[in-house]
């Protein structure tokens, strides 16, 4: 992502000093007139004002800015450290409050979609950090994204990320358990798919149900929870006779349980948001 990134900065009329501990990754921009190869993050700090990071953990960027040859050690009161990898939020607002001592400033902004927009310019960014520094960062930022989300203060960039992520991984499980389960009973795969893109099931709640019903404050059942918990029980019964293992319906039918003995068994199967908010926060 990060090579891929800085050939579209380059492109829009940055010049760049890059530094990777493997150098092959910046050798593809080495003749550019545009860039400058540096030996170790301190003397990309020495050379710029901003330091965008995009590493694979959190471990990583301590290493980055506190190693040895770190960026901090030759950061500048004012210096803006844009951090772009996907990481931990405790760790990434330790690092932030570490910068700060410098008198510098370090804001979160992770980014969705792949690699293919990486290269295009057409990434999402979700920024964490003050409405200021969040300026600072604005001309770098719309030439790598389609779009800039500001999530909140430091970090929240980074909790948005990371949940969008955890849905999105357990979409992958879940799609996948269903497909080889329809094939279990016998479906075929192409029949299945394209029943599952034209109802909620595969479209996703949020594209459907959702915003019709508990977002707009409706939980009056077109489908109940109670209905709900019929339904999966059924299916399950069906994958158990094809020795099929239902390992998401059976998590699914013990929190719709759960949600109906808490009382919302006889409201709409969306109104499990409001079960969720009352068991996870304490609030409806």
């Known amino acids: 992502m990060g090579s891929l990134m800085a050939k579209h900065l380059l492109k829009n009329g940055f010049n760049l000093a890059l530094y990777d501990i493997d150098q092959g990754r910046c050798k593809p921009l080495a ?18 004002s901003r330091l965008v990071t995009m590493l694979p953990t959190s471990n990583h960027v301590n290493i980055v800015l506190f190693g040895e040859e770190g960026a901090v050690s030759e950061i500048t009161p004012g210096d803006l450290i844009i951090e772009m990898s996907t990481g931990e ?44 520094d969040l300026e600072r960062a604005a001309e770098l930022l719309a030439s790598l994204t389609q779009r800039v989300i500001h999530a909140g203060p430091t970090g929240f960039g980074l909790r948005l990320k990371l949940i969008n992520n955890y849905m999105s991984m357990v979409n992958h499980v879940l799609t996948g358990e269903v497909l080889a389960l329809a094939k279990a009973v016998g479906l075929d795969r192409p029949l299945t798919v394209d029943l599952l893109q034209n109802t909620a099931a595969g479209r996703g709640q949020l594209q459907t149900n959702y915003p019709k019903k508990v977002l707009r404050g409706d939980t009056s059942a077109d489908f109940s929870v109670d209905m709900g918990i019929k339904d999966l029980s059924m299916a399950i019964s069906m994958f158990n006779d094809f020795e099929g293992n239902a390992s998401f319906g059976i998590l699914a039918r013990k929190l719709f349980d759960s949600a109906a ?22 609030t409806v």
Do not use: W
């Open 31 to 48: 003749n550019n007139d545009s860039c400058l190869m540096t030996k170790s993050p301190a003397e990309v700090m020495r050379l710029c």
């Open 89 to 132: 939020v405790k760790l990434l607002e330790q690092q932030a409050e570490r910068i700060k001592t410098h008198n510098a400033t370090l804001i979160d902004a992770p980014v969705c979609l792949s690699p293919a927009e990486a290269a295009t310019g057409d990434l999402i960014a979700l920024v964490g950090g003050d409405v200021d």
């Open 261 to 282: 003995k808490a009382g919302y068994g006889d409201k709409d199967c969306t109104a499990v948001l409001e079960y969720f908010d009352e068991k996870i926060t304490g």
